[in-house]
T-cell receptor, first 113, second 115 residues
Framework: RKEVEQDPGPFNVPEGATVAFNCTYS??????FFWYRQDCRKEPKLLMS???SGNEDGRFTAQLNRASQYISLLIRDSKLSDSATYLC??????????????FGGGTRVLVKP | GAVVSQHPSWVICKSGTSVKIECRSL??????MFWYRQFPKQSLMLMAT?????????EQGVEKDKFLINHASLTLSTLTVTSAHPEDSSFYIC???????????FGPGTRLTVT
């Protein structure tokens, strides 16, 4: 089982619609979780950190479910510019791992007019 | 977040030559820098972790003598791909992390093509 798993998609989303997708992680001791966005042939950019209580940033809402070991990202009122690959990133918090982050394979979202 | 630059943004070189990629943290004291590689349609793969002033820690399967990393200051790390081969063609991305958080900020990447 991969440490961080994501549905690769693509999720085809009509403009203005809501889309949500999950990411599961295998290490129950993980403490830090992030969503990054990566555009084609560009570097990942931090979208938001995910906190235990869940958090919202504009049209984006992230949730953490520790019991089931998944995090989710919901995008409301999708814009064409939201088309990207969304990377789920986890800090496994294993001493031997140091400060390394573990990346999921990404979920591709395509917002269409 | 931190502003990170990489140079060059793209490079084409002949097989057998060496290529040096610079990663600079412009406004951030980067105690730790990371080097990743990303092949087309794949996710980022960590190559090595470097802490300022000490030797880099390489991931399993990454040859330290082939991918030389120098982290001489809190704002600069370099990755040298020695004796590059076509299979080394990839997107190389650095990231920086400060001492106070787990968030990483990425440079714009360097696209290496070895012919």
């Amino acid at each position: 089982r991969k440490e961080v798993e994501q549905d690769p998609g693509p999720f085809n989303v009509p403009e203005g619609a809501t889309v949500a997708f999950n990411c599961t992680y295998s290490n129950s001791a993980s403490q830090s979780f992030f969503w990054y966005r990566q555009d084609c042939r560009k570097e990942p950019k931090l979208l938001m950190s995910v906190y235990s209580s869940g958090n919202e940033d504009g049209r984006f809402t992230a949730q953490l479910n520790r019991a089931s070991q998944y995090i989710s990202l919901l995008i409301r009122d999708s814009k064409l510019s939201d088309s990207a690959t969304y990377l789920c990133v986890v800090n496994p918090m294993i001493k031997a791992a140091g400060n390394k982050l573990t990346f999921g394979g990404g979920t591709r979202v395509l917002v269409k007019p | 977040g931190a502003v990170v630059s990489q140079h060059p943004s793209w490079v084409i070189c002949k097989s057998g030559t060496s290529v040096k990629i610079e990663c600079r943290s412009l406004d951030f004291q980067a105690t730790t820098m990371f080097w990743y590689r990303q092949f087309p349609k794949q996710s980022l793969m960590l190559m090595a972790t470097s802490n300022e002033g000490s030797k880099a820690t390489y991931e399993q399967g990454v040859e330290k003598d082939k991918f030389l990393i120098n982290h001489a200051s809190l704002t600069l790390s370099t990755l040298t791909v020695t004796s590059a081969h076509p299979e080394d063609s990839s997107f190389y991305i650095c990231s920086v992390k400060g001492a106070a958080s787990y968030e990483q900020y990425f440079g714009p990447g360097t696209r290496l093509t070895v012919t």
